[in-house]
């Protein structure tokens, strides 16, 4: 048995987002959400769950944070609800929701874990979904004006910013597949959301050095990896579309100031509105990139396949399987996307600041689980990611998702992805196998093999 090792100063941490654990949705102050208001529309998630208590994370936060130092994490990635800071998503700041992500960052830095905060994962302002969402131009301005409020008070503490998580889920899950918040049915809203998000971004990253913040500040994007389902040509181009609306509609504009050619073509009428300069204020020098990697899909070509006409099927190595979700499990997968970015981007920091699975669990009479699924699911990956290190990518931390069990969108409670477990009558927190499992990883820096 040998242990395959990662550079000195990896990071090693896990991942959550506000709406998914938070809870307290309009205490002391909060203002309500796409997704307050998106999980009263019956029907929209399974079994009409809600996030308005998740995982009571506001009030549980200092044993939460216990629990990070018991094992072992090295960093934690959460993010801010901007309602809970901003109730109206402009104006006068709410104080107290404000000082809880302060107490936050506090508990963590005592505990010796690296704050790594995201100030957009998908709880927006219901009040500027009111005005068009991000549809609105203005939207650019709210968000900076929002990342402003939040550097102003955490920017001397925090030292890894993220701005928005999976862009591409905010603004094709909810503005063209309706699946999630705020519910819409539209191609040309999700292009123009997306290319709203992107300026959004670039302002926020400038805005951040002109102001002289201390830290790194990057953008997280969901990095799938996608295969042709055959040489066929329209197989081919199939593929290539699906990749270019998932990776490319970001990455290209972000690191090379363009969007996809091929992509656009093919899309016509259904492109963004782009002002001049608009690929200037997108195309800022990050310090980072997070990759969020779940899985590998093979394409083809289908007359039904919606606007890309591209179908999909999840893939999984042999002998591993797929998880609740559908998911296959592809952890060669994570080692292409990676070497993408490297090769086509002129190899840029990398964090996978999300990887982890879902499984529907039963815990014995302790409420342990032995979820060696999970281990094995992520000593795959972790394996696959020093792959990509060898290979010469320039990664630097992983981020499991999730620290907890949690809220998990439109499929609400039923998938748990967390290496701990939440009792959810009892609120009682449990590692996981997987947990103790990590804790050793992190220990010693590496994984067998
Ligand atoms: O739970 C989500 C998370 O909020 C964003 N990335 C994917 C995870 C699993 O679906």
Redesign the pocket.
């Known amino acids: 048995m040998s242990i395959r090792t990662f550079p000195e100063g990896f990071l090693w941490g896990a991942a959550t ?1 506000a709406y ?1 654990i938070e809870g307290a949705w309009n205490e002391d102050g909060k203002g309500e959400s796409i997704w307050d208001r998106f999980v009263r529309r019956k029907y929209n998630v399974l079994n009409n769950d809600t996030g308005d208590v998740a995982c009571d994370h506001y009030h549980l936060m200092p044993q939460d944070v216990a629990l990070m130092k018991e094992l072992g994490m090295q960093t934690y990635r959460f993010s801010l609800s901007w309602p809970r800071i901003l109730p109206q998503g402009r104006g006068a700041v709410n104080e107290k929701g404000l000082d809880f992500y302060d107490r936050l960052v506090d508990n963590l830095l005592a505990a010796k874990i690296l704050p790594n905060a995201t100030l957009n ?2 709880d927006f302002p219901q009040a500027f979904q009111d005005i068009g969402g991000w549809l609105n131009r203005d939207s650019i301005d709210w968000f900076t004006d929002y990342a402003r409020v939040v550097f102003d008070k955490l920017g001397d503490r925090v030292p890894m910013w993220s701005t928005h ?2 862009p591409w ?1 905010i603004a094709f899950r909810g503005n063209a597949m309706g699946t999630h918040a705020p519910g819409l049915c539209d191609y040309s809203k999700a292009y123009q959301t997306a290319h709203h998000l992107l300026i959004s971004h670039g302002k926020t990253v400038e805005l951040f050095r002109q102001d002289g913040y201390k830290g790194q500040i990057g953008i997280v994007l ?1 990095l799938g990896h996608f295969e042709p389902g055959s040489e066929r040509e329209s197989d081919r181009a199939a593929c290539q579309r699906a990749y270019e609306e998932n990776v490319a509609l970001f990455l290209d504009p972000l690191f090379l100031g363009r969007y996809p050619e091929m992509l656009f073509d093919w899309i016509g009428p259904h492109a963004p509105q782009v002002e001049g300069g608009d690929f200037t204020s997108i195309n800022q020098p990050i310090d980072f990139l997070g990759v ?1 990697y ?1 899985t590998t899909e093979v394409i083809s070509y289908a007359l039904e396949g919606g606007l890309l006409k591209a179908s999909r099927v999840p893939v999984s190595s042999p002998g591993l399987g797929h998880t609740e ?1 559908g998911w296959g499990i592809h952890p060669a997968g994570l080692t292409a996307v990676l070497l993408n970015v490297k090769e086509k981007y002129g190899n840029p920091t990398m964090y996978i600041t ?1 990887n ?1 699975c ?1 499984y529907k669990e039963v815990p014995d009479e302790k409420d342990f689980v032995s979820d060696w699924n999970r281990v094995n699911f992520l000593r795959v990956h972790f394996l696959a990611a020093q792959d990509a290190i060898q290979a010469g990518v320039n990664l630097r931390g992983y981020y499991v ?2 620290l907890m069990d ?1 809220f ?2 439109a499929k609400g409670y039923g998938p748990r ?1 967390g290496i701990v477990r939440i009792n959810y009558e009892t609120m009682s927190r449990t590692p996981k196998q997987s947990a103790h499992w990590y804790r050793e990883v992190i220990a010693q820096n590496g994984v067998v093999e």
């Open positions: 987002a998914q994962h998908w998580n999976e889920v969901n969020n779940y979700m999300e982890g879902g998702w999730s949690n998990e969108w992805f």
